[in-house]
C-alpha cells in the first residue's frame, strides 16, 4: 500500500442534546482525520464537547442525544482467507443505529475506549478479571479456559503484577493506576484498530501519568493501533500526539501536526490557551495570561464565530455576524477562522 | 536569602493513623502518613509541597489545622501579637482564634460546597459562626469578598450549582479570606480547572497574595504549576521530607533523585522537548510497611547496598536546598532545563 492508510475520517459531524431547556448543541461542526497507527490528540476546555465527539465516534450517545449531522468513515480491515491481502470497507458510522449490531460488533472489538474514571466504567460488584473476559467471550469465539488465560496474559502486559491473582480483585481493591490498568487491558483484549480513551490520566498524578502514557505508547507499537488521546493536559498532547485537533464550543477549531501546532498555532484559541498555561523551566515570575471569561453555557452559544467574545482578535460586524469558514491550508493543516478566510 | 520573619514552625511532626482489626477491633500497626516532618514557613511566603499521591502531603495540611490530632511533634505559630503558640498543644477552646487565622482551600470545587446553602450562606458563615458580622454589614462584606475574587455580588443567592468550576473555586477562596487569614493551605486548589481558568485562579492567589500579605502552603502535584507559584518546595515521599529547597535551585539543580524523577515526568508542552524520561516503577511505598533504609530505595536509580540499611537523614547542602539522601554531594542529577 502507497503512504499511510487512512484509518478515520470525521466530516461535520453534529450531535445535539434536545433537552426541555433547549437545544444543547455540543458537537457543532467537527473535522478531523486518522491515519491507521497515528496517534490524534482533542483538546479544549471542559465543556467543549471533547467526549460527545468520542461517544458519537462509538454510538454511545443517549436519548435524548443524537447525531444529527455529518459522516464518521471508518476504514475497516477485513482479514481476508489466508494468503490473500487484507482489504478495507468503509463503514459510516454515524449512519449505524445506537444498539445496533453491527455497531456492536465494532465497539469493544474493533473500536475501544477507556474512560476517564474507571470507577464509572468498571462494574463495583463483579472481579476485574470476569469484566474482561466478558469481552472477549462476547466478541470472540473462545472457551472460558482460553479467555482466563488470555485475561491473565493482557494484565500482564500492561504491568499489573501477580496478574493470576490481581484477575480475582474488585475493582475498589485497586489503586488508580491499577484500575486504569485494568482498564487499557479490557480495551486492548480484543486487539482494537483504534483505542479512544478520555482522559485517561487526568485523575492520576504525575508519576502514573508518565507510567500509563509510556504503556499506551508502547502497546499502540506493538499492535499497530490507532489511538484517539482526549486532555486537556497540552503537556499530555506534545508528549504523545501526532496530530491535534482544538475544540471550542462544539467545533474542531484548528487540526494540525503536532510540531506545527505548537510551533505556530494558528487559531486565536489556540494561541490563547498555550500562553495561558504555566511552563516547567520556564517561569519568569510574571503573571499568566489567562483567556478572558469563560467558556459560555450551552444554551447561549455565541452568533458568528462562537469564540468571539473572548477573542482578542475579534474584527466587528464580522467575527459575530458571520461563521467562519473551514480554511484549508496548503500544508494540510485546517482552521476556522475569518483572519485565514483570504489565504 | 532575604531577611524573613517565620511565621510558622513544624518540628518532627507525626501523624500515625491506627490499623484495627478483628472483632475487639485491636490495633495492629500503625499508618505512618506523616513521619517525622520540620519545615518552617516565612511571612508573606508561598511554599509548595509535592509529592506523589498518597505520600502524606493532605495530612499534612489537616494536621496543621487541628482536623487530626497529631500523633507528636511541634507546631509553633507565631500570632497577630507576636506571641508564639504551639497549635499542636492547643486544647479545643484556646483554638477557635487560630481557626481564623488559618484557613484551608479543597481540591474539589464539586463536593467541598453544601449544595444547599447560597453562595452568601457559604461564604458568611464563617464571619457569622465567629460573630463578627449580621444584617447589612454582613451581606455587604460578602459582597466585597466575591468582588474581590472577580465574582459578580448579585449572584449571592444562587446555589453552588448554578457555577462552574472555576466559580466555585472562586466561591471556595472567598470563604477562606473571609476570616482575613494570615495562611492559607491550598490543597490541590486548582487540580481539577481547566488551563485557562486555572491561570484566573492563579493569578487571583498572587494577587490576594500581595494585597493581604498571606502566606500559602500550596500542596500540589502538577510541579508546573508549583514552579510558578511557590517560592521554596517541600518534596516529600510515604510521610518524610526527601528534599527542601528555593524553587529556582529546585528544579534547576534537584539534589535528591526522587526530585528530580518527578521532575522528569512532568510532560512538557513543547513536542521538541519529548524527553527522555526516567519513569519510576511502581506504586508510593505503602505508609504502613514502608521499606528499610531509605524508603525510597526500591524505585531510586542510584540505590546503593547503603541504601536498603541505613536512613538518609534530611541535612543542609547550602543554599538554603536540604536533602535526605546519602548521595546527596556526590550525585549529579538534571533539573529542567538540562534538555
Ligand atoms: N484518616 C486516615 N486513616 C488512615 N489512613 C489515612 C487517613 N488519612 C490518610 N491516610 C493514609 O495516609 C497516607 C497519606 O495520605 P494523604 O491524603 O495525606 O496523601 P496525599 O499526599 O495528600 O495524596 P493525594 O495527592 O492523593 O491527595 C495514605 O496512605 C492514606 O491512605
Ligand atoms: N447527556 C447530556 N445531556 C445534555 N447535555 C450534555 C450531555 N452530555 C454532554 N452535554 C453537553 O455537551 C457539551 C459538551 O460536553 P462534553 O463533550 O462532555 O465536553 P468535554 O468532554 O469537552 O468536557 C457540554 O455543554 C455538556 O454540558
Ligand atoms: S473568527 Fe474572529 S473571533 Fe473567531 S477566532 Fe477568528 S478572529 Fe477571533
Ligand atoms: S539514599 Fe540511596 S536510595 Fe535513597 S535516594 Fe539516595 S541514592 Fe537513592
Ligand atoms: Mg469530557
Ligand atoms: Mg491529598
Known sequence: MEGPELLLEVKGLKTYFFLDEGT???VEGADFSLLRGGTLGIVGESGCGKTVTAYSITQLIESPGRIVEGQILFHRRLNGVEGSPATTEVVDLAKLRPGSRSICEIRGSEIAMVFQEPMTALSPVHTIGDQIMEVILLH??????EAREQTVEMLRHVGIPKSETRLDTYPFQLSGGMRQRAMIAMALMCRP????????TTALDVTMQAQILELMKQLQREMGMAVILITHNLGVVAEVCEQVAVMYLGEVVEWADVEALFADPLHPYTQALLRSIPKLGQSKKGRLDPIKGMVPDPYNRPGGCPFHPRCAQM???????????LVRRPDGRTVRCVLYADS | MEKCSVLLTVNDLKMHFPIRHGFLQRVTGYVKAVDGVSFSVCCGETLGLVGESGCGKTTIGRCLMRAYEPTCGTMIYQNERGETVDLARLPGRQLKPYRRELRMIFQDPYSSLNPRMTVLDIVAEPLRVHHLAKGKDLEDRVAALLKRVGLRPEYMRRYPHAFSGGQRQRIGIA?????SPRIVICDEAVSALDVSVQAQILNILQDLQLELNLTYLFISHDLSVVEYIADRVAVMYVGKLVEVAPTERLFNAPRHPYTEALLSAVPKPDPRMRSRRIVLEGEVADPANPPSGCYFHPRCRYAQARCATERPELHDVGQGQQVACHFAEELSLSGVRAN
Open chain 1, 24 to 26: 444543547v448543541k455540543a
Open chain 1, 140 to 145: 470472540r469465539k473462545v472457551s472460558k479456559k
Open chain 1, 193 to 200: 484498530s483504534l483505542l479512544i480513551a478520555d482522559e485517561p
Open chain 1, 315 to 325: 474584527i466587528a460586524g464580522r467575527c459575530d455576524q458571520e461563521r467562519p469558514p
Open chain 2, 175 to 179: 470563604r477562606a479570606l473571609a476570616l
